[in-house]
């Protein structure tokens, strides 16, 4: 890989890690280029008043797009999207050997199985041969984390949000009854958090395509002396990958991911994702699957969350930076093992035999 690729991958991760941590996020690196380049515009302004407003508009454009543009949010719109995948296309900030960055086929990392093997990244060979695995988590606590995720900011309430992701859901059950899109689906037609989750794990005959599925809520009985059915049979690899595995990219709700349902978002939510409920045995009735999925680090506890001072949001912004820093540098030597909530995982040296103790994951 060459360096101006393993820069690029970096700063995909450094980025993708910000955007984990707020829907518009202006404490970042690029702002505080932006800020000192706004300091020596004005400077330079103040010597030549003709060039004021052209030396205003670069830093001013990073803002912007760094801001407001290039954001999880503004991904929900295919043009945004679009432009956003052509762009890092251009800039070869990724890598098909590790699944890692994006191009126009779509977030490498956020790839369904089905793509994987349409694209020939991986073969069915492959597959068979790799303990490949994927983590689901309940529908109706999925479109909480996604609302989450790509709102728009505190203006978009969730009952507003299910109406847009329905309709968006429609329309592109009709592009692919027209054969208007890809098949499989990729991520130039539709934003991967709109796919049902079964995409990333099943063919469409049903048949499934990776080798473990493992529901989230279940994967914290590991510590205990009775796993759950989803966990109780996994590899030892496996089991060991996400029992220590980290969550580091919760959200603070201002309450439980229930309490955001009224009947109508419930309907919608199990009208899209029928299918995910079926195939991963979810229950349909809310309270059920609020009782099964039990708390989580996002919901708030008694009391509410406690005020954080200046001293404490620098330190975790700190904490954050230096997270996305050391993220970068594992992905740009390619050591990194990377994880997301429905994407399929393979280890990133990828194809070797899985042994009877699974020792590659």
Excluded at 48 to 68: E, G, N, Y
């Amino acid at each position: 890989m060459c360096c101006c690729c393993q820069l690029t991958l970096m700063y995909f991760a450094y980025r993708y890690r910000v955007l984990e941590s707020a829907n518009f996020p202006w404490k970042t690196y690029e702002n505080v280029y932006a800020f000192c380049l706004l300091c020596v515009c004005i400077g330079i302004s103040i010597a030549s008043s003709d060039l004021r407003w052209v030396m205003l508009i670069f830093p001013s454009i990073t803002f912007l797009s760094s801001t407001f543009l290039f954001v999880a949010p503004a991904l929900r719109w295919f043009v945004t999207r679009r432009t956003w995948l052509f762009f890092l296309r251009i800039l070869g900030a990724y890598s098909e050997k590790y699944l890692y960055g994006a191009n126009t086929k779509g977030l490498l990392i956020h790839f369904t199985a089905r793509r994987m093997l349409a694209t020939s990244l991986v073969t069915q060979e492959d597959m068979a041969r790799v303990s490949s695995f994927a983590i689901v988590r309940n529908p109706y606590s999925r479109m909480v984390s996604v609302y989450m995720y790509n709102k728009v900011g505190n203006c978009e309430s969730f009952r507003s949000f299910v109406h847009q992701w329905y309709a968006q859901f429609k329309a592109l059950e009709a592009q692919i009854a027209a054969g208007k899109t890809a098949h499989p689906t990729e991520e130039w037609d539709a934003y991967c958090h709109l796919l049902p989750q079964h995409n990333f794990t099943h063919d469409e005959n049903g048949k499934q395509l990776v080798r473990y599925v493992v529901r989230q809520e279940e994967s914290k009985t590991l510590k205990g002396d009775s796993p759950a059915s989803s966990v109780q049979n996994i590899s030892p690899a496996l089991k060991k990958t996400l029992m220590e595995m980290p969550h580091t990219n919760a959200r603070k709700r201002d309450k439980p991911w229930k309490e955001y349902y009224d009947d109508e978002t419930q309907k919608l939510v199990r009208e899209m994702y029928a299918k995910d409920f079926e195939i991963y045995g979810y229950d349909l009735d809310l309270n059920s699957s609020a009782i099964h999925a039990g708390p989580s680090a996002s919901d708030p506890p008694e009391g509410g969350w406690p005020a954080e001072g200046p001293l404490a949001e620098l330190s975790k912004m700190a904490s954050r930076i230096t997270r996305a820093s050391r993220m970068s540098r594992a992905t740009a030597r390619g050591t990194a093992r990377f994880t997301s909530t429905t994407n399929v995982q393979l280890e990133p040296s990828a194809i070797a035999p899985a042994s009877a103790d699974d020792e590659k994951v």
